[in-house]
Structure formats: structure tokens, C-alpha cells
């Protein structure tokens, strides 16, 4: 009578040929594929959360946020929704492949995810600090930037369709004062406007020279502002 093999030689047998050998260069390898993938995804992440900042900054879309309820809207239709979106996905991706790692799973998923968000927003913020986003704007108005040049164009984007208009006051009265915007380009944003202040703001605040960001509701080329805020900082 034969003897029958006992049930962990079986499920010993089984494993073994279910499971394919591999040297210790494929874990390797493997590994630095990975780590890779996963420095590539952490630098798009700082990349995109970064030229959001920037963007929302240089563009003076984070004006509007002063400006009220109609401000709010404003601010949510030209914020840069695609940064965001490119951002969440890269953090996604990466919380993906550091969880491929075997340290990973001695922390819960979501400490992970606020982990590498974390990490985001301060390398972003980290970034915003230096000229990088600021001389890539540049070139890409010197259209230098062959790549990433009509990402850095919609950063001076006309938002005259919105309602918002900026340039450099040229004339003012008690009630009223003039700006006017070229810069070369040709497009919707250059020209000359008449601005009629929100209620309760001063003309004799501003000085002829000044550069403004307004916005409102125009009529016979007259701009009824419901915000106007002066952005002397600006080149």
C-alpha cells in the first residue's frame, strides 16, 4: 500500500511550483525601476502644485478673492484647474508605487496619502522661492519654450471675457479713471478703458502711472469695477 504524501509536502509542493525564481538583481532592478517612477511622479506632483501657485499669483486671478461673491466666481472660473487635477493625479500614482514597497504597509493608506500631500504643498511652496517658474514665464514670451511654452502663455492670458481688466492708470477724475493695457501681443486684454469705481472707493487714492487689476461689468466701454486692486508690485 502506498503511502500518500501528507497535506503541507502537498501545499509545500504547490508553492513551489507556482511560484517563479528570480536572482536578486530582478529584485533590485525591480526596486530601482520603482523608486524611479516614483521620483518622477513626487516631481511632477512639486512641478504642477507650484506653477498653480505661481500661476494664480502672477496672473492676479488671487485678486478676485477680495473682490466679494462676484469675485468668487470669477476666481473659480480661471483658476488652473489642470495644475490641480495633474497634481492629485501624480500624488495618486506615487502613494501607488510607495506602497510597492515593503515598509509601506506598516502605515495605514491614508497616513501615506496625507504624507506625500504634505510633502506636496511644502516642496511646491519650497519652489515658489526660487526663479524657476519665473524664468520659464520668460521664455516662454520670448517663445523660447518650446515645450511647456502654451502652459506658461495662459499664465498672461486675456480675462477680458470675464470681466477683469488690468493696466496702467492714465487718467483720473473725481469719478472716474482711465486705463490702458499693451503688451504686444495683440490679443482680447490691450486697450484703453474707463473705470467706474465700486462704491465707497476713492479715486484720489491712485496716482496716474500705477498699474490696477479691475473687475466688472462693462457698457459702451465703460467698466462698472466691482473690485479694483493696485498691483504697484508688478513689472
Partial sequence: MLKEPNIQEKILEKIHDGVPMHSR???LSRAALVGAAALIMLAGALFALS??????????????LE?????IGAFVALFPWTSLLIFIACVVVLEMLV???DFSYRFPLLRIFLWLLILGIVGSTIIGFTPLHASL??????????ILGSWYEQVHDSHVEQGVYRGDITAITATYFVISHNDTDRDSDEGTWSI????GFSTSTLTIGEKVYVAGQIKNNIVYAYGVRLVTDRK
Fill in 25 to 27: 538583481a530582478y529584485f
Fill in 51 to 64: 506653477f498653480l501657485f505661481f500661476s494664480v499669483h502672477e496672473s492676479g486671478v488671487g485678486y478676485l
Fill in 67 to 71: 473682490f466679494g461673491e462676484h469675485g
Fill in 99 to 101: 506602497r510597492r514597497f
Fill in 137 to 146: 514665464l520668460s521664455a516662454a514670451d520670448k517663445d523660447e519654450l518650446p
Fill in 196 to 199: 467706474v469705481p465700486p462704491l
